[in-house]
């Protein structure tokens, strides 16, 4: 029988949410459905920016999910992504970008459907860390200089990428249009986000990593992403010229590092 693929748009106000279920025969000729591969966008993004690879993994027959990312605090956001993950069927393939590393980090530990974990030039903490603390714990990254506060009723504080820096520090290796374009619809991060410790078991301690370095960040320094990725004993590939963006830049390479994890891990 040839791959039936039924789509389903599912609509959240205010949360970007992209849901599409597959019936498929999963590649190299293994029977039965392909994993779902969700998909964690970071701080100052959104799931818009997976528009690329999401193309590219339909047409190979995954379902896929785009989660929204609330950005308000690392435990409220993994609770709410591991609501997600309980609602879907079947095995998993959980993927982070930058700060979303450290919320499937909290959200798949745990969860037996979860197979494996891929990180985007992501933040792989362990119990204790902050996602500020590790972007500084190696020389290079510029998020501090680029952040622009917003103060907040209650005195809590929104942090974007000023837009004037996000181009050259974010999206170094995206056309400068494309780029202008990401700076504009960005979505900020609190201030508690970013600097909430990680706490409790991490998910890479249980579940098989795969971590794509972007060889050319100016957020998270790739001597960080290396550091990370070798404590978490993950299996790496480096992009050289790649920026912080580097599934925007590089969809081709991102889908297939996606999708290798999913035909090594989901049997």
């Known amino acids: 029988m040839g791959t039936r693929v039924a789509v389903a748009a599912i609509a959240m106000a205010g949360a ?17 459905p392909k994993p779902t591969i969700v998909l964690v966008h970071g701080a100052f993004a959104d799931g818009s920016g997976f528009t690329a690879v999401i193309r590219r993994l339909l047409a190979d027959g995954y379902p896929v999910v785009a989660a929204p990312n609330p950005l308000r ?5 993994a609770a709410q992504v591991r609501a997600l993950l309980d609602s879907v069927e079947g095995p998993i393939v959980l993927v982070g970008h930058s ?3 450290a919320v499937i ?57 000023d837009p004037a820096l996000f181009p050259a520090n974010f999206a170094g290796d995206v056309p400068a249009k494309e780029a ?36 050319a960040d100016r957020i998270i ?11 978490a004993g993950a299996e790496v590939q480096v992009v050289r010229s790649a920026s912080h963006l580097v599934f925007v830049s590089q969809p081709g390479v991102t889908t297939a590092f996606i999708e290798r994890a999913a035909r090594e891990t989901v049997r």
């Open 73 to 77: 605090g690392l435990s409220s956001d």
């Open 180 to 215: 202008a374009v990401y700076a504009i619809t960005q979505r900020p991060a609190s201030g508690a986000a970013l600097g909430e410790p990680a706490s409790g078991p991490q998910a890479w301690q249980t579940i098989r990593s795969y971590d794509l370095i972007s060889g």
């Open 99 to 101: 700060y979303g590393g």
């Open 105 to 161: 980090s909290a959200a798949a530990a745990g969860d037996p459907d979860v197979k494996a974990l891929v990180y985007l030039a992501a933040f792989v903490p362990q119990a204790g860390e902050s996602v500020e603390q590790l972007a500084n714990r190696f020389p290079g990254s510029t998020v501090g200089e680029s952040l622009k506060p917003v103060p907040l009723p209650g005195g809590q504080v929104d942090l974007y990428i």
């Open 221 to 231: 320094p790739p001597a960080a992403q290396r550091f990370m990725a070798q404590r």
């Open 16 to 32: 970007g949410l992209f849901a599409v279920t597959a019936d498929s025969a999963y590649a190299g000729g293994r029977p039965g």
